[in-house]
């Protein structure tokens, strides 16, 4: 297991600033790796599950039934709470969200998101946010056209193409300052959302200090943007260790 950590250095004022943005975080990682409740050093334990209607199938199987998007989400939302669930993650499909150079498109996929965040923090479940999915909204129908730039660059393609790259760093930096208009709050400032990881099981093979550098810049993005919390990365598909290609990359698992 590669863990990399990540040093943020600034004037005294922008130390201040972190500092006290830090304080506001609901959990942070100790030293041994463990994540645990800011305000009293106790572990945090969560159990969740994966929900993704306001995206791909979900989103389209609603509408085919002709459902109401926003009342499935309360139902099931309800359910989540009587099942014991005190945690929620998504791998956002940013193919629906995002154009090709990465700016964030506020429409009607990510009007949902933020509902379903409003919904979530009402019965007090705690929000875990993956921002880029890397593939298209279609399974386990065919693709349907966006603008996103992952519907541009492969999954192995988008870690290593410089261009797909700055559409990334765009489009997190524009995901994490977005503010929820049913909260008023942007994800730094939402205490229910307790932590980020950057993207889906991507695809790194090569030398890692490529994949290195792909990572830091992705945190760097995100960090810029204002958000202070936890980042987490995982690697959990396709690594490769050798390849013909001197820009991919050797996988891992890390968490910043």
């Avoid at 030293?31 to 389209?60: C, I, L, S």
């Avoid at 399974?139 to 870690?159: I, L």
């Amino acid at each position: 297991m590669l863990i990399f950590y990540l040093l943020v250095l600034g004037s005294d004022a922008c130390a201040q600033k972190s500092s006290n943005q830090k304080q506001r975080n609901p959990v942070y990682v100790d030293a041994h790796g463990v994540m645990r409740w800011t305000k009293d050093k106790k572990e945090a334990q969560f159990f969740g599950v994966n929900y993704t209607v306001p995206f791909a199938y979900g989103y389209r199987s609603h509408l085919a039934l002709g459902q109401d998007l926003e009342k499935a989400i309360d139902q099931d939302v309800y359910h989540m709470a009587r099942l014991g669930f005190n945690a929620f993650r998504v791998h956002v499909w940013d193919t629906e969200i995002s154009d090709t150079t990465g700016t964030l498109l506020k429409n009607e996929h990510l009007r949902l998101f933020d509902y379903l965040i409003q919904k979530l923090k009402e019965r007090n479940i705690k929000i875990l946010i993956t921002p880029i999915a890397f593939w298209g909204p279609g399974y386990p129908e065919p693709d349907q056209p966006t603008a996103g730039f992952s519907s541009r660059y492969p999954k192995r393609e988008a870690v290593v193409n410089e261009t797909a790259i700055r559409a990334q760093e765009r489009y997190l930096e524009q995901f994490f300052q977005h503010v929820n208009p049913y909260t008023g709050l942007s994800y730094q400032d939402d205490p229910d959302v307790i932590a980020a990881e950057i993207n889906n099981e991507p695809h790194h093979s090569g030398p890692k200090e490529e994949t290195t550098e792909y990572v830091n810049r992705m945190v760097a993005a995100v960090r810029k943007s204002g958000f202070s919390k936890p980042i987490f990365y995982n690697i959990s598909e396709s690594p490769r260790c050798r390849c013909s290609s001197p820009r991919q990359h050797t996988g891992g698992q890390l968490s910043v």
